[in-house]
């Protein structure tokens, strides 16, 4: 799947505004990032690499399987195939947004 994929699917399951209030960064390795800042109504969304107040590294293929329930997060996190930088708290958070 391409970032660009994923960046529209997140931007519609999110829509206007997520509740998160915060930034978040996920970093895919070699395919990119995905910015979400939520401080703003409406929410923006794009790939850029902009500083955030928690970043979650994780395999694009990660990412999919925790995006359709297949991989749960706090398993992610406790195998290594999911690290997370900066405000911890912002992370547990989204879990519901996601599902």
């Not at 978040?24 to 690499?49: C, M, V, Y």
């Not at 293929?61 to 706090?74: C, I, K, R, W, Y």
């Not at 547990?92 to 996601?98: A, E, F, S, T």
Request: negative net charge; glycine residues 12%.
């Amino acid at each position: 799947m391409s970032l660009e994929t994923v960046t529209a699917g997140l931007k519609e399951k999110i829509g206007e505004d997520c509740g998160l209030g915060a930034t978040l960064k996920f970093d895919f390795g070699d395919h990119g990032f995905l910015f979400l800042d939520a401080t703003q109504t409406p929410n923006l969304i794009n790939n850029d690499d902009a500083d955030a107040q928690c970043t979650m590294s994780i395999s694009m293929e990660n990412f999919m399987a925790m995006a359709s329930g297949e991989l749960d997060g706090t398993a992610a996190f406790m195998s290594g195939k999911l690290k997370i930088q900066g405000d911890m708290g912002i992370a547990m958070k989204l879990g519901p947004i996601l599902s």
